[in-house]
């Protein structure tokens, strides 16, 4: 079997690591895979993967996410979409003599792109939703894109279940967890008998992984340490990660002026000096290879404006590690209050902190949550798992293609 993947994004994120890690497994179970995706480290990454990468400028999405979509000013970001139009355009007419067995798009804000591939290619297409969308019935434009994937998507694969809650649900809504290949050669912190090395005035150690920008809640994260600062917790904070991009000149300060670009770490490194949490507070940048830092951790705290759980979540869980998460009305697959962590309804840094601070400051407590999380990270998260379901999804509609075409 032959798929096609369209991914958005140029730069390697989180999106593109779970297709890495999900064609991975399919690659054993003999799937072959091109992407067409803007240059940047991703193409890097996916030729890596073994995986034939075609390389564009940049592909043209459309954004209908909660958080994301087009309003004020944000509408001038069509201009963007519409300048690489003819770059999208080029990169799907050059596969158009190449076959494939069905198109998998890696994020449903290139649903219009994807249509237009289903269209050239006569082929099924499979639309994977990673972020949480506005409501169905919350104006035209969300009625049109649920239209298009209840018309023309052959399967709607949500991340999970939250996700899932955002989209019209029907017979071609599936629900495949990222699944997560976690190699683990270090003891965990909640197994019985088995210390991160500590001593009695050692820190309990919280961390943050993810791109520094607002909506991941870092400054509030921050301002939660301020609050355990003065409360006398011990305890610290490691941030890895690092600004989306780094722009300078006009651009720069167009994309400022504009709110569309924040020197988030200048700012966060701002704060901790003002605060005076430079002892308690430690922004490593960008991590390379996070199985190095998940060791180090007792507590990974994800304070999202976005009101759902993130990858590092169901990381850290495999590694024994609870999590403070901020989501209103968890479901099942996002995280288990009290039992495979803390949630909070907003991002507010009182509740941050007097959530890190329960777990700081009770061990056992922490250690439970920490063995609770990992057996239910192995529960829904296991890649094998993920693959197995995404294969099935596959051969379902190349059977169903192959019928028709035959009859």
């Keep these: 079997m032959r798929v096609l993947y369209l991914h958005p994004a140029a730069a390697f994120g989180g999106a593109s690591k779970s297709l890495i890690e999900l064609f991975g497994q399919l690659r054993t179970r003999g799937v072959t895979a091109t992407v067409l995706v803007p240059a940047g480290s991703a193409c890097v990454a996916f030729a890596q993967a073994g995986m034939e990468v075609r390389s564009v400028k940049g592909l043209s999405q459309f954004d209908n996410t909660r958080y994301g979509h087009y309003r004020r000013l944000r509408w001038i970001i069509l201009l963007r979409e519409l300048f690489l139009l003819p770059f999208s355009l080029h990169g799907l007419w050059r596969l158009r003599q190449e076959r494939f067995d069905l198109i998998h798009v890696n994020e449903v804000t290139l649903l219009p792109l994807g249509l237009l591939a289903k ?126 991009r780094e722009l300078s000149g006009l651009r720069a300060w167009a994309l400022r002026k504009l709110d569309f670009s924040h020197d988030v770490r200048a700012e966060l490194e701002d704060r901790i000096v003002r605060y005076g949490l430079q002892p308690h507070v430690k922004l490593l940048g960008f991590v390379d290879d996070v199985r190095a830092l998940y060791p180090q951790l007792d507590i990974l705290c994800f304070p999202s404006h976005l009101d759902a759980a993130g990858r590092p979540v169901f990381e850290a869980a495999f590694y024994g590690i609870p999590s403070v998460v901020v989501v209103a009305n968890p479901m099942p697959d996002a995280i288990l209050h009290g039992v495979t962590g803390l949630a909070i309804p907003s991002p507010d840094p009182v509740l941050l902190a007097d959530a890190l601070q329960r777990l700081a400051e009770d061990a056992d407590y922490r250690k439970t949550l920490g063995r609770q999380a990992r057996d239910w990270a192995n529960e829904n998260f296991a890649i094998d798992n993920s693959a197995a379901s995404m294969q099935a999804i596959y051969q379902q509609l190349v059977h169903q293609h192959d019928v028709k075409a035959a009859g």
């Design 119 to 244: 269209w050239l290619l006569g082929i099924p297409l499979v639309v994977h939703v990673r972020s949480l969308q506005r409501k169905p019935n919350s104006g035209w434009r969300s009625r049109m894109i649920n239209g298009w994937l209840r018309r023309y998507a052959d399967a709607v694969v949500a991340i999970d279940h939250t996700v899932a809650g955002t989209l019209e649900t029907g017979p071609r809504l599936h629900v495949v967890h990222n699944g997560l290949k976690v190699d683990i050669s270090v003891p965990l912190p909640c197994d019985s008998g088995v210390e991160r090395e500590t001593s009695a005035q050692s820190p309990v150690r919280v961390g943050f992984l993810g791109v520094l920008i607002p909506l991941k809640g870092v400054y509030d994260l921050v301002e939660a340490m301020r609050i355990l600062k003065q409360r006398g917790v011990l305890i610290e904070c490691l941030v890895a990660g690092d600004n989306v």
